[in-house]
């Protein structure tokens, strides 16, 4: 098993995925790709990328697998069973799912893996496309510490704020937890911005007073002037974000905590989605909020 230079498959090509392939393919490393929809990898290919088949495929010639999925459907589907990446990917190998996914998936893959001599880590992410694409990401990561050190480098070519947080499943409780902070101060950003333009004021001069002051936040500076300038497209999909706080609920739920700024969050992107904004980037709340 090589870890000095490792061939590496990535699995997802999406509005993330794409961009952190790049990063790990620019880096000068040997890379396969996969995504359901072929298209998608067209770039990659170009770039220098080699095309796969399926997961399975990825799995036997890669020394690590990455995963960058929508859903822990998605992720079980690709992980399990004999077409999947533990039963294919050689020993000593390592997996590692940058899906945000469910804390308990992450350690049913870490432990069927270790039956199988092959080593996981789950590592999910936030900085949306921009961060992907400036591999400014953060990412928060939960398995083996020696395991995580040997995925670093490649880790670093996807992010700057990497951070080990403990055994499997850690990293998606902290992701967890970013998505929390992100739901509450979500709807503190539109609200401020529907209010600066109800109010009269230059919601971009506003925006200038206040994204440096007590009130910053990476969404403030990041999605507020899309909401501005009325761009709604997807750095992160409101779909994808309810499944992100659906899994925060339940989590909280089974840890007796009360969550209501999460469960108001997630009942306004409820009816964001049911309106057909479910593909529509996660700022798409500020319409709603300035009907």
């Excluded at 949306?128 to 020696?146: H, P, R, T």
Aim: net charge negative; proline share 3%.
């Amino acid at each position: 098993m090589k870890y000095d230079n490792p061939v590496i498959g990535f699995i997802g090509l999406g509005v993330m995925g794409n961009s952190m392939a790049s990063n790990i393919l620019k880096g000068g490393y040997d890379l396969l790709v996969y995504n359901r929809t072929k298209s998608k990898g067209d770039n990659l290919v170009a770039e220098g990328a080699k095309w796969k088949d399926n997961p399975a495929d990825i799995a036997k010639e890669s020394d690590i697998v990455i995963s960058m999925v929508g859903y822990p459907q998605d992720v079980e589907e690709i992980y399990f069973g004999k077409d999947g990446i533990i039963e294919n990917i050689k020993k000593g190998g390592i997996v590692v799912d940058m899906t945000t996914s469910k804390p308990s998936l992450a350690k049913e893959i870490y432990s069927e893996a270790k039956e199988k001599g092959v080593y996981s880590l789950d590592a999910p992410v936030s900085g949306g496309d921009v961060g992907a694409k400036n591999a400014a990401l953060s990412i928060m990561v939960g398995g083996d510490k020696e395991v995580f050190e040997k995925v670093l480098p490649v880790f670093k070519l996807m992010g700057k704020n990497i951070v080990w947080q403990g055994e499997a499943g850690a990293g998606q409780h902290t992701k967890m937890c970013n998505q929390i902070a992100i739901a509450g101060n979500m709807m503190g950003v539109c609200e401020t911005m529907a209010y600066a333009k109800r109010s009269g004021l230059d919601p971009e001069r506003v925006l200038k007073s206040i994204e440096t002051g007590a009130a910053s936040s990476w969404s403030l500076s990041n999605l507020a002037p899309r909401m501005i300038n009325g761009d709604f497209e997807p750095g992160f999909y409101v779909k994808h974000f309810i499944k992100d706080m659906n899994i925060a609920l339940s989590e909280a739920e089974n840890m007796n905590l009360d969550t209501p700024a999460l469960k108001l969050a997630k009942s306004l992107y409820d009816k964001l989605e049911k309106e057909g904004n479910g593909s529509s980037g996660t700022q798409v709340l500020y319409k709603l909020i300035d009907r």
